[in-house]
């Protein structure tokens, strides 16, 4: 039997006790007050069944829970193996058609993606006996699957994280981006996603910079790496990476490299400053 919510319960309760009031007030008693009392009964067992049926399927208190058994599989995975390395979003193509997140094995340096990687746990990027890691897929990189019907590859970035977060999943208030060559700034207005801290954040980032690293990698078609985030004061400021993309680009310098060269403060960093502490 299909469970009810109470608002469905309440829409029939009202429904049919407008229905008679109605149609005995009209007919049998010919009483005009108690036959719009009535009606407007029907009219509120209408409202009943629309607010039934926006209502999650899932509880809230159940996704929270559903969410910290996955990092929890997740941290004891990466402790297991001791990979203390920050994780690197892959856009689909690179993939196998399922955006997920790498985390090499090795923390030597920064992976540098040069093809596309099967579609498993444990897979190698390059020759080497130690260049190998694993594909883990996170709150982002479900959240890019789930909504690969709004067609983010190519598109714009402010846009496509505004669709995702303040629409499709309703996890923020407002978005902005401010991006200069390699360095993306997004700050999230409003975040609405509660979470308690876990040390697994500072392999994959927290939720939030997990859902906007993998909007960013999917959006440019190139791998993203979280190189800081903070929040306060209702906001959460995610600051990212855009590595260089595979193929012709492959054996040039990353862009990941290329911003740790770069001492001063850029731009894009400028136009966000960061969160004081309060």
């Keep these: 039997m299909a469970h009810r919510s109470s608002f469905h319960i309440l829409g029939i309760c009202l429904l049919v006790s407008g229905a008679f009031l109605a149609l005995t007030s009209h007919f049998v008693l010919s009483f005009v007050p108690f036959t719009a009392l009535g009606i407007s009964t029907i009219i509120l067992a209408a409202i009943s069944f629309a607010l039934a049926r926006g209502q999650p399927r899932v509880p809230p208190e159940i996704s929270s829970m559903l969410l ?93 994280l505004s669709s995702v977060m303040t629409g499709s999943t309703d996890l923020a208030e407002g978005v902005r981006v401010v991006q200069e060559g390699p360095a993306v700034n997004v700050e999230v207005r409003g975040p609405k996603l509660d979470h308690r801290r876990m040390k697994i954040f500072e392999n994959i980032g927290s939720p939030i910079a997990s859902v906007v690293a993998s909007v960013v990698a999917e959006c440019t078609g190139s791998p993203v790496t979280i190189t800081g985030e903070e929040a306060g004061g209702g906001k959460h400021i995610v600051r990212l990476s855009v590595k260089a993309g595979t193929g012709a680009g492959a054996g ?27």
């Design 68 to 160: 910290e058994a996955g990092l929890d599989n997740t941290a004891a995975l990466i402790e297991e193996l001791g990979i203390g390395s920050k994780a690197v979003y892959l856009p689909s193509p690179l993939t196998g058609g399922s955006p997920r997140a790498f985390l090499a094995v090795s923390p030597r340096d920064s992976p540098r993606i040069e093809r596309a990687l099967p579609n498993r746990l444990i897979v190698r990027y390059g020759r080497r006996p130690d260049e190998m890691g694993i594909l883990v897929t996170t709150l982002g990189t479900a959240a890019v699957r789930r909504f690969a019907h709004l067609g983010l590859e190519g598109t714009d970035i402010e846009g496509s």
């Design 252 to 278: 040039e310098k990353t862009t990941a490299e290329a911003a740790e060269q770069s001492a001063p403060p850029t731009q894009a960093e400028a136009a966000i400053p960061p969160i004081e502490a309060q």
